[in-house]
């Protein structure tokens, strides 16, 4: 026997890429041996008397043998050949069974290689076609002699291979099955944005941990700066930041540490220790010309300070929002700070107007109940409520009479440039969103956005009422002050149409009670 190794150009349908496509998918290529394969061509050769069967599968340029019975050892061994020495190849690219008697005689194969170098005489092949359409080979039996195929063989060749097809079927969806719930399992543990391990695959390695006695260390982010990010430029640009960052956390922790994405702007990573912690913390940051986006945390070890994987979380919860209110207010006092100066030095006039005002407005807060924080994001946007007007030309501001309607509607900008100067600093992100809302009338007539009633912020309609109050009460270039009776009987006639009734009456009743404007 010669070597087999010649080749011929193959029918178009044999090298279709849909076909060949669902050849591969099929997993039939593998090199692995299928014994309940094997039972198939061993009956075919055994109730046909055929000394050769084959489950022969056509690939572009060779057919392969996934099972067979009775091949010579040389080609067993490779369990292949060329397509110039296939007769399969002709069932594939007809799709229908090939009976051939005599191939020397037969003018479709007689000069085909198996002939003369493997003693193929007689063949009878029947397609093996899937569900949806694609013929991947051929289940055939063959004869080194001259052979009259009975109807009786063929019908049986037929049914075998009917049968051998609905197994190969019944594994491919077996197989496909088991893929679907793989991927299934793996993106129930999987974020489907960032590619990173979620917060159900957490609480299992959290617990593996536990299990080992591990002392890993469970460190907890929440990006600072990331919602002023997604504002300015956008959800899109947001979820591309967020894969940068998991990107830079998976490749920082991964020689001693797993890294998740809790959700949101949440991460964490369970490590070995505190060096790759802080690989986690430099990981996720990112600075650009118009944004900073930085990071806060919580760190905790587990199995000295805690005992079951909630408390971990919970404890690691805990320290970060706690690291997170020591920033943010470090952070809003600083910028604070810094913008009072601007406005005392711009304005000395309008620098003691919002004290006073940030005064009422605080001791309103302490009357409506207001927690610690939100009294303080109360008393920083009354301080603010006037910084728009560093931008306003000191001619408007200084102008002895009333404003014309162009001056007006120049000066009602203020608001909208206070808020854009707050942005400026991440922290104040709150107190802006006040300032903004600070000259919204209750009935809807303000500006700049026209807000009416309760969807007016209850901050900003605490220091539009302390406003209206401190500038009628104090002296203009054009007017002397109102007395404070004037000034509240004034308050309460707008109650309902500019200002919140609730805020007029607590406002008109402290003011009554200490009989002094400036609440101290």
Wanted: one cysteine or more; hydrophobic letters at 40%; charged letters at 25%.
């Amino acid at each position: 026997m010669r070597p087999v190794h010649d080749t011929v150009r193959a029918h178009p349908y044999v090298t279709n890429p849909d076909r060949l496509s669902a050849l591969q998918a099929s997993g039939l290529l593998s090199q692995e041996f299928n014994p309940s394969l094997d039972r198939w061509t061993r009956l075919a050769a055994g109730l046909i008397n055929s000394p050769v069967a084959l489950l022969s599968l056509v690939d572009a340029d060779r057919q392969y043998f996934k099972s067979h019975v009775g091949l010579p050892d040389e080609v067993a061994f490779v369990r292949e050949t060329p397509l110039s020495h296939s007769f399969c190849q002709h069932v594939v690219s007809s799709q229908r069974a090939l009976i051939v008697s005599d191939a020397r005689e037969h003018p479709l194969v007689c000069d085909n290689g198996a002939v003369g170098d493997l003693g193929v005489i007689a063949y009878a092949g029947q397609p093996v076609t899937t569900a949806d359409g694609h013929t991947l080979g051929a289940f055939c039996v063959i004869d080194d002699s001259p052979r009259e195929w009975t109807s009786q063989e063929l019908g049986l060749l037929e049914d075998l291979a009917a049968g051998l097809l609905a197994e190969i079927e019944l594994r491919s969806a077996i197989a496909r099955a088991k893929r679907l719930e793989y991927d299934l399992i793996r993106q129930a543990h999987i974020d489907a944005l960032t590619g990173l391990s979620n917060r159900r695959q957490l609480a299992v390695d959290v617990a593996a941990a536990f299990d080992r006695d591990d002392d890993s260390l469970l460190a907890v982010f929440d990006l600072d700066g990331f919602k002023l990010y997604n504002d300015t430029f956008g959800h899109p640009a947001g979820d591309a930041l967020l894969i940068r960052m998991a990107t830079r956390l998976q490749e920082a922790v991964a020689d001693r540490g797993t890294a998740y994405r809790l959700g949101g702007d949440e991460f964490c990573v369970l490590a070995a220790n505190d060096e790759i912690v802080n690989r986690a913390v430099d990981a996720l940051r990112e600075h650009g010309a118009e944004f900073s986006i930085t990071n806060s945390h919580g760190r905790v070890r587990l199995g000295g300070q805690v005992n079951t994987p909630e408390q971990a979380m919970r404890l690691a919860d805990e320290r970060l929002y706690a690291n997170k209110n020591v920033r943010s207010n470090a952070a809003q006092r600083q910028a604070h700070d810094v913008l009072l100066r601007v406005l005392r030095e711009r304005e000395p006039d309008l620098s003691e107007h919002v004290q006073a005002v940030a005064r009422l407005a605080r001791s309103i807060g302490v009357e409506l109940g207001l927690d610690a924080s939100a009294l303080e994001e109360l008393t920083c946007a009354a301080e603010m409520h006037d910084i728009g007007k560093v931008a306003i030309p000191d001619s408007l501001l200084d102008k002895p009479g009333p404003l014309n309607a162009e001056e007006w509607a120049l000066m009602r900008q203020h608001t909208l440039l206070g808020e854009r100067i707050l942005l400026a600093a991440p922290s104040l992100a709150s107190v802006a969103a006040l300032v903004r809302s600070c000259h919204e009338r209750w009935d809807g007539g303000g500006y700049p956005d026209g807000l009416k009633g309760v969807d007016i912020p209850l901050g900003a309609r605490i220091v539009f009422a302390c406003d209206a109050f401190h500038a009628m009460t104090t002296d203009r270039p054009y007017r002397a002050g109102r007395t404070t009776a004037e000034a509240l009987t004034e308050l309460r006639k707008e109650a309902g149409k500019q200002f919140d009734r609730e805020i007029v009456a607590i406002l008109v009743k402290r003011l009554t009670e200490r009989g002094d404007p400036m609440i101290s």
